[in-house]
């Protein structure tokens, strides 16, 4: 998810979800600034408010506001380990095999030698068994084409029944997302329903992160953080074709521009109980938001006139 990819701000959710999914043990994003040197620093400081290389996220708004999201995802676990384990058999004569026929420098040797469907990753954990005896499967098990791809927890769903237009959703108690081509579909994840409006790429992302209380006990207090990224370039930035590949060296310059989502968001808390708040560029609370009624919730609009890439929201006891 290299910049200027106009879709990369996914990133950081879609890594985070699935590699909790796996059990993972920790995740490194490269890189939080890859330059290494004070080379491209022209004005003493690393704040140059505009992204300029393919690898750099501190500078990336849509991506560093995603990764906060994302850390709630994979550091409490808020997606759960695969239920299922599949474990092929890997052992060292197999991988000095494997390193000496097909291996290469970016790919020595490696679980994707054994071709194993990209499906396995999206439902259940995929692991190699190097014992010198290994206990597991000699070759990857063929899955079908079922769609859409629902992890065996239920939590995370990959469809791509849609060509073209495909969509992941994460629906846990305490966070709920939406990431990748709308079409035209409202999404009901619990009992929070996310409608997103027309957008330059009919993409975005829309994530939920409950830093206090949980979706599954709507009763009780809860302190929400949302995040809504879409199309996200540089001021002056141009591309080197319509397909939006490639800038060459014309990154542009400061500051970098994010797309305004326009959003329908339904929570199951009663509007009397509910604030919220639009978020400035330092996460304290900016404009306070309208919260209207809906069937047995509340509902937040949010358009240009409340442009901001998060926001937060309150809600207080019965």
Do not use: C
């Given at each position: 998810h290299a910049s200027p990819n106009t879709f990369s701000s996914e990133g950081p959710l879609l890594i985070a979800a699935y590699g909790a999914l796996q059990d993972w043990d920790g995740i490194y994003?490269?890189?939080?600034?890859?330059?290494?040197?004070d080379a491209h620093d022209t004005d003493g400081d690393w704040d140059s408010g505009f992204f300029d290389n393919f690898f750099d996220m501190n500078q990336h708004p849509s991506k560093m506001v995603n990764t906060a999201l994302a850390a709630n995802l994979f550091r409490r676990a808020d997606v759960a380990p695969a239920e299922q384990q599949i474990r092929v058999n890997f052992n060292a004569e197999r991988e000095l095999g494997i390193l000496a026929s097909?291996?290469?420098a970016w790919n020595v040797a490696n679980a994707s030698h054994l071709n194993p469907s990209p499906r396995l990753a999206h439902t259940h954990r995929l692991a190699l068994?190097?014992?010198?005896?290994?206990?597991?499967l000699d070759e990857p098990p063929a899955m079908d084409n079922t769609q859409p791809l629902v992890s065996d927890t239920g939590q995370l769903t990959w469809d791509l029944s849609r060509t073209g237009k495909g969509v992941v959703l994460v629906d846990t108690e305490h966070s709920k997302a939406v990431i990748g081509f709308i079409d035209g579909r409202e999404?009901?994840?619990?009992?929070?329903?996310?409608?997103?409006?027309?957008?330059?790429?009919?993409w975005?992302?829309?994530?939920?992160?409950?830093?206090?209380?949980?979706f599954d006990q709507?009763?009780?207090?809860?302190r929400l953080l949302l995040a809504t990224t879409g199309l996200?370039?540089?001021?002056?930035?141009?591309?080197?074709?319509?397909?939006?590949?490639?800038?060459?060296?014309?990154?542009?310059?400061?500051?970098?521009?994010?797309?305004?989502?326009?959003?329908?968001?339904?929570?199951?808390?009663?509007?009397?109980?509910?604030?919220?708040?639009?978020?400035?560029?330092?996460?304290?609370?900016?404009?306070?938001?309208?919260?209207?009624?809906?069937?047995?919730?509340?509902?937040?609009?949010?358009?240009g006139a409340t442009g901001s890439l998060w926001y937060e929201i309150d809600v207080q006891a019965p």
């Open positions: 994003l490269f890189a939080y600034d890859a330059r290494h040197s097909r291996g290469s068994d190097t014992d010198d005896a290994p206990q597991g999404f009901t994840l619990g009992g929070v329903t996310i409608a997103v409006g027309g957008t330059e790429q009919d975005a992302t829309v994530a939920l992160s409950a830093q206090k209380g949980s709507p009763e009780a207090p809860a996200t370039d540089n001021t002056g930035m141009q591309w080197t074709s319509a397909a939006r590949n490639s800038v060459g060296t014309r990154w542009g310059r400061k500051p970098s521009r994010v797309e305004v989502i326009p959003l329908t968001l339904t929570l199951p808390y009663a509007a009397e109980r509910v604030s919220a708040w639009t978020l400035n560029a330092t996460g304290q609370r900016a404009q306070s938001l309208e919260v209207h009624g809906a069937d047995n919730g509340s509902r937040l609009e949010l358009n």
